[in-house]
């Protein structure tokens, strides 16, 4: 794998793709191909967490966000003084 492709993966994922590859017993790269592999298919966890949002506000009636909305402001502020 070249230095260039390395470049575009988040450090995180480089200390989790070597954990994986020592678990199974695989090499880096392969674990790291696995990974780049699903990104360019958009079938990685990020990608599909990011529509998965969008298509959650997409169902959402527009007063019931407003009520998600409301409860989360309620969340933020509960125990704080004036």
Do not use: C, F, H
Request: glycine content about 10%; charged content about 30%; cysteine-free.
């Amino acid at each position: 794998m070249s230095s260039y492709m390395l470049r575009s993966i988040p450090p995180g994922l480089v200390a989790r793709a070597k954990d994986r590859a020592r678990a199974n017993g695989t090499t880096l790269d392969s674990a790291l191909l696995v990974w780049l592999e699903a990104y360019a298919e958009g079938t990685d966890n990020v990608s599909a967490g990011r529509r998965g949002g969008a298509a959650r506000a997409a169902s959402l009636t527009p007063a019931r966000r407003a009520e998600i909305a409301r409860q989360g402001a309620e969340a933020r502020w509960k125990g704080r003084e004036d």
